[in-house]
């Protein structure tokens, strides 16, 4: 019985530190997204023309 809860004190402690390092990670900018912006300028005026040809 006895190993039933440590082995719950531990599984808390990982999930416990899981949750820690993501929310570091969230909080210190790792998710966040630099490619796409640049990206959508790309395809931006390709999506404008279309819209004016559909107004013609």
């Not at 004190?9 to 640049?38: E, H, K, N």
């Amino acid at each position: 019985m006895s190993v039933i809860f440590i082995l719950i004190l531990i599984s808390m402690v990982v999930g416990g530190s899981f949750l820690g390092l993501f929310i570091w990670a969230s909080r210190s900018g790792q998710f966040d997204d630099t490619v796409t912006p640049s990206i959508r300028m790309l395809f931006d005026d390709q999506k404008r023309r279309r819209q004016n040809e559909k107004l013609k």
